[in-house]
């Protein structure tokens, strides 16, 4: 699915999220494909997901040698209360992995993220051929193997659910008076 324009807000996927909260059970992962026209460098997952990635990990590591690919252990983090700034916020508030690519400028072409970060110069002039051809093939092998787990992708140790905080006692260490 794809949910344009999350520049001015979060109105597809946080909608898609809301009209189908029952069924986010059986999404397996969300990925989304938002570093602008840099190259995907790699991969960070939990320990219980690294199985899963590593044959994925290695086919995107043949595609281009210029471009290497670096499968990394996520350590555990909150989920988050509240969406933030790409599509992938709504799914991951309510618990769903969103693992997509770290990217980066590995050729040293100086791209400013920041120039047409959630902006209207987010414009196609502004791809590196090279890196959004890599970026797209490499997208469609981490769908495509995901889709073809014979299993969903485990959630554990992706998040770490709050744990709420004991009850204090407003007088703590007053005594009470008979």
């Known amino acids: 699915m794809m949910?344009?324009?999350?520049?001015?807000?979060?109105?597809?996927?946080?909608?898609?999220?809301?009209?189908?909260?029952?069924?986010?059970?059986?999404?397996?992962?969300?990925?989304?494909?938002?570093?602008?026209?840099?190259?995907?460098?790699?991969?960070?997952?939990?320990?219980?997901?690294?199985?899963d990635f590593k044959e994925i990990a290695e086919i995107i590591r043949g595609i281009n040698p210029d471009f290497p690919l670096e499968l990394k252990e996520r350590k555990p983090r909150?989920?988050?209360?509240?969406?933030?700034?790409?599509?992938?916020?709504?799914?991951?508030?309510?618990?769903?992995?969103?693992?997509?690519?770290?990217?980066?400028?590995?050729?040293?072409?100086?791209?400013?993220?920041g120039e047409i970060w959630h902006t209207e110069r987010d414009l196609y002039n502004k791809s590196i051929p090279e890196y959004q051809e890599q970026a797209a093939t490499a997208t469609a092998v981490l769908v495509y193997g995901l889709a073809n787990l014979d299993?969903?992708?485990?959630?554990?140790?992706?998040?770490?659910e709050k744990t709420e905080a004991p009850e204090k006692s407003a007088k703590k260490g007053k005594k009470k008076r008979n």
Not at 151 to 160: A, D, F, I, P, T
């Open 151 to 160: 299993h969903k992708l485990s959630r554990e140790g992706y998040y770490v």
């Open 78 to 113: 909150p989920r988050p209360e509240k969406a933030w700034g790409t599509d992938s916020g709504p799914f991951a508030v309510k618990g769903v992995p969103t693992i997509g690519f770290d990217c980066g400028d590995p050729k040293g072409y100086n791209f400013d993220y």
């Open 3 to 51: 949910w344009p324009p999350e520049e001015f807000g979060l109105y597809g996927s946080g909608s898609w999220v809301t009209r189908y909260e029952a069924d986010l059970e059986n999404v397996s992962n969300m990925v989304n494909r938002d570093g602008g026209p840099t190259v995907p460098t790699g991969l960070t997952v939990s320990a219980a997901q690294m199985e």
